[in-house]
């Protein structure tokens, strides 16, 4: 990935200087394939590339390709993980630290997959499911008799 980049716009007489699209900033498969394809037309003819090299190239797109995958099947699974483990807490006695670093605890009620991540309520209050930071079964009280 590339850090620090910044966008810049030429101005012109007939620009404005505002850019309509955000800079790529990670390296996937298509730019690979530019610079492929840039560096075989700005090729030598005289001395073509090693076809070794060729292979070795192309090898590496294809394993660029399955990491691509392979990450978003991870992604995937975590966020299906999230929600898992968000619709466990629901019945359950939660305990959540708010911004001011006070404990609340109480039962969940219900569990939102509006958001990218997950959000519980408890006790009326909606919180994101990074926010619990204890789960305990409720405890019960039995009738006297």
Do not use: K
Request: glycine share 6%; proline share 4%.
């Amino acid at each position: 990935m590339i850090d620090n980049v910044t966008a810049t716009a030429a101005t012109s007489l007939y620009t404005t200087g505002t850019s309509s699209s955000a800079p790529n900033q990670t390296m996937n498969q298509e730019v690979f394939l530019n610079l492929l394809v840039a560096q075989l037309r700005n090729q030598d003819p005289s001395s073509p590339m090693d076809t070794n090299e060729m292979m070795a190239q192309s090898t590496q797109l294809a394993s660029m390709e399955q990491l691509t995958s392979l990450t978003e099947v991870s992604q995937e699974a975590f966020a299906l993980q999230m929600r898992i483990a968000a619709s466990g807490l629901v019945g359950q006695q939660v305990s959540v630290v708010d911004g001011d670093g006070v404990t609340h605890t109480g039962i969940a009620t219900g569990v939102s997959f509006a958001a990218s991540t997950p959000t519980v309520t408890v006790d009326g209050v909606t919180v994101n499911l990074d926010a619990v930071s204890a789960v305990a079964t409720p405890t019960q009280t039995t009738p006297a008799a």
